[in-house]
Structures are given as C-alpha cells and as structure tokens.
C-alpha cells in the first residue's frame, strides 16, 4: 500500500488516547502482559519474562516508518491499560489483520471495542486500496466475538487447533463496503 508520508497515527476518542508505544511505558506493558494467562490467549510478547516484553517494545518501535504495520499503546485516564495492532497481510486484495489487547482490570467498559472502532477507522481513512481486514479470535472467547460482531466483522471459518476446538481460533473478516455501511 503506498505510504510516501506515512508515520504511526495517534487517535483519539472520547475516552482513549491511542498512540505510538514509546520506551517509558515498558512498565505498564509488562504489568499487562503479566495480566493476561499466556495459558489461555498465548504468549504474544514471544515469552513471559522481562526480555520479552523488553525486546517487544524495542522492536515495535524500531518498525515505527515502516508501513503498513504498528502496534499502538491504549491509554486511559493517563494510564496505559493495553494496546491495538495492525499489519498488512496480503497485496491484493490490499488486506489487514489487526489484534488487540486489554489489562484485565479495564474489560467490560466498551475500551477494546472503542480502540479497535477507532483504528478501523483510521485504517479505512488512511488507506483508500484497503478492502479487507481480519481478525482472529479465540474460539473460547466470548467477549472477543461479541467486539467483532458489533463492529460488523464477520465469522468466515475456523482454526482447529490440536488440543481441542477450544483452543483453535475463529477467523472474522470486515470488508471497507460492510465498514461504510
């Protein structure tokens, strides 16, 4: 996807700031990576000590002037509670898959769907080419499935996963005329 001019955004809604990670909030990273039961969503950071979320923020950063990707820190009333992320998938059809996550504290406050709203949005505004975007979604993850249902995305398949159908994952997909609906 062109990206001439293209730099990480920093979105804003009514209640979130949503931004470009920088290396001070290694701290809140690690407290929310901690939260989350690698058992249960996987280990995103790569691993569960402190060099992994280190190497994680490091690397998120050094890709920042590299589009079509970013991950992007969620902040609310000042405090880093999660984060957003989007990458480019596929040339044509001009495809993302985006992720979040959220510190267990702050769920069931409409947070993760406000983030994921707002970078759909950024995203569908920035990239005119972009037709598509996917999400994945653990099986098992109730709250998950309602976020995307609500933003519209919608259920294309599955990923079994070897241990049991709990553990596989749902594939969502939204697609720029479903978004502009």
Do not use: C
């Amino acid at each position: 996807m062109e990206s001439s001019t293209w730099n990480p955004p920093t979105l804003r809604t009514d209640r979130l700031v949503i931004r470009p990670f920088t290396a001070s909030d290694f701290p809140a990273l690690r407290a929310y990576a901690q939260a989350q039961s690698a058992a249960e969503y996987g280990s995103w950071l790569g691993g569960a000590g402190p060099a992994d979320a280190a190497r994680y923020l490091v690397d998120t950063i050094a890709r920042y002037g590299r589009p079509p990707r970013a991950d992007l820190a969620i902040s609310f009333e000042g405090q880093l509670i999660g984060g957003v992320a989007y990458r480019q998938i596929w040339m044509s059809p001009p495809t993302m898959e985006l992720g979040w996550v959220i510190h267990p504290a702050f769920t069931g406050k409409g947070l993760a769907r406000e983030a994921v709203g707002a970078l759909l949005g950024a995203l569908f505004g920035r990239f005119a080419e972009l037709q598509r975007v996917e999400a994945r979604v653990r099986a098992s993850d109730a709250s998950g499935i309602r976020l995307l249902e609500r933003l519209a995305f919608v259920r294309e398949g599955s990923i079994r996963h070897e241990r049991s159908e709990a553990d596989g994952a749902l594939l969502y997909g939204l697609l720029r005329s479903e978004w502009l609906k």
